[in-house]
Structure formats: structure tokens, C-alpha cells
């Protein structure tokens, strides 16, 4: 039996720089990797002696001096992808033109803009995607008609999309059209469904801060490295939010919740009727 120590393929992967856990996820449904020669499963773990390869690229394991890696934000312009494959039309890899390899952390949709992470370390893309539950990220959002209190307070409350309820959230009206909004979750689309269930279309929408690093100063396009204490604090976050995780993991879900998920479509239905009259 070999004694040597076990990894996790994907982490392996992560860890070397090479892309995200769930990018190398991908590579190996792929079926791109190989390790020894031979196309791996997912779950597959690796040791030390092992020989992976990435589209015919040997993938060495991390180094413990992580001073090379890459670490900037981007202000995302309107139209580009966050998409790693470079065979998408206006992938963000390919606006950033950056000439070390690196990935975006998390997602920003195609027809919005504002701030995004991109970095070479895999092993705190994992890190920060994991924990990204306990985070702020701040938006501005114009929707297509006046707001209202009640809007603001539904949105604040939670709202039912995709199978669950939003968390609570901040919500304040910046004009007529325009409000705020400071979520901790990041469900798909998220800020565009809520809207969409109290009968609002978004017609713009800005990130505009993620944790303790403000989009200000940046033009769409520009992009710029993070500093030390903005690195800094980012660290001590994840480590914060990942000892609460683990000291207070999640309870099981009850029963009772499928009740939300099996009245929406009414709820949706009548909460538009209240907004439209």
C-alpha cells in the first residue's frame, strides 16, 4: 500500500494554478486530464509519484511561495463572458489579455458590468467561492419603472426564486429608477430574477464592491493588481467565514420548506398583480 500523501485530483489541479476546483471539474468530465497516462474520473486522487497532464500540458503541484501568483480586479465592461474558454466571442480572458494565466473568482452575467476577481491561485478561488455566503457584494440597479417602499421592503425580506428564498439584504433607493442593493449570496441571476417576481425588468446593473474592494477608479476595461491590505483583509475573511462554517455548519433542510417552492408560481401571480394595480 503506498504511503505517500492523497489529493483530490481538482485540488491538485487548483492548487497548481491552473484554474478554479470547478474548472478542473470540467477539464475532467472532458475527458482532458490524464494522470499516468490514463483519463481519470472525477473523485480521482492523486500523490506526489503521479503524472498529470492538462490538454497535453504537465500540471506540477504547488508550490508553498505563492509570491508569482496573480491577484487583480477588473472593471467588467457590458458584453463580455466570464468564461475561461477561449473559443467564446469576448471572453473575459481574452479582454483582460493578461500574459500569465488566470481565471476569473465567481461570475458577473454578460449584460451586466462592474467588478470581478481574476487571479492565478487556484487554492483561494476555492476558498473565497466557498465562503462567499458571508461576503458583501454591492450593486446599482435601474429597473424600468418607479420604485416603491413596498418594493423595497419584499426585496429586503427575501424572495422566492429557484427553489428557495433569497437571504435578507440590504435594499435603499438611490432615485426614481435606481436603488442599491449589498447581497451575501450569490444565486444565478439572482438580483435580475427578484426583480422579475415583483414585476420589474432590470434595464442596468453594476457591481460595484465585493468585500472590502470598491469598483472607484476603474473605467470599464481597466483593470488593476490588489494591494497588499486589500489581500490582507480578503485572507483574514476567508479564514473568518471559514471557521464559522465549520463551527456552526448548516442544519439539514425541514420538510416544510417545499411548501415555499410548491405555492411560487402563485405567489409570483399574485405579487405581480399587487405591483401592477
Known amino acids: 500500500m503506498s504511503t505517500l500523501p492523497e489529493k483530490r485530483l481538482n485540488k491538485y489541479i487548483s492548487e497548481s494554478g491552473f484554474c478554479s476546483r470547478r474548472e478542473a471539474d470540467k477539464l475532467i468530465e472532458q475527458k ?31 508550490a508553498e511561495n505563492k509570491s508569482d501568483r496573480i491577484y487583480i480586479v477588473y472593471h467588467k465592461p457590458i458584453g463580455i463572458t466570464c468564461t475561461t ?33 481574476l487571479t492565478s ?31 423595497v421592503d419584499r426585496m429586503s425580506r427575501g424572495v422566492p426564486i429557484l427553489d428557495t428564498v433569497t437571504k435578507p439584504c440590504q435594499v435603499t ?28 425588468d432590470v434595464k442596468k446593473l453594476k457591481r460595484t464592491r465585493i468585500m472590502n474592494v470598491q469598483l ?39 420538510a416544510k420548506i417545499n411548501h415555499v417552492t410548491s405555492n411560487t408560481r402563485t405567489r409570483v401571480s399574485k405579487e405581480r398583480k399587487k405591483h401592477r394595480s
Not at 41 to 54: A, Q, Y
Not at 217 to 244: H, Y
Open 32 to 62: 482532458r486530464v490524464t494522470i499516468n497516462g490514463k483519463q481519470p474520473e472525477l473523485g480521482t486522487k492523486v500523490t506526489p509519484s503521479d503524472t498529470v497532464f492538462v490538454d497535453g500540458k504537465r500540471i506540477n503541484a504547488s
Open 216 to 254: 472607484a477608479g476603474l473605467k470599464p476595461g481597466q483593470w488593476r493588481d490588489l494591494t497588499r491590505d486589500e489581500m490582507a483583509e480578503i485572507n483574514a475573511a476567508v479564514v473568518t467565514s471559514n471557521k464559522t462554517a465549520v463551527d456552526n455548519p448548516k442544519p439539514k433542510p425541514k
Open 121 to 151: 491561485d487556484g487554492d483561494i478561488v476555492n476558498k473565497i467561492l466557498r465562503a462567499e455566503n458571508a461576503h458583501d457584494k454591492e450593486y446599482v440597479v435601474t429597473v424600468d419603472k418607479p420604485l416603491s417602499e413596498r418594493f
Open 173 to 200: 433607493i438611490q432615485s426614481r429608477f435606481v436603488f442599491k442593493i449589498i447581497l451575501t449570496q450569490g444565486l444565478n441571476r439572482q438580483i435580475r430574477r427578484m426583480c422579475e417576481y415583483l414585476g420589474y
Open 85 to 117: 474558454e477561449r473559443h467564446v466571442k469576448g471572453n473575459i480572458i481574452d479582454a483582460i489579455g493578461h500574459k500569465q494565466r488566470i481565471f476569473p473568482i465567481g461570475r458577473l452575467d454578460k449584460p451586466s458590468e462592474g467588478l470581478i476577481f
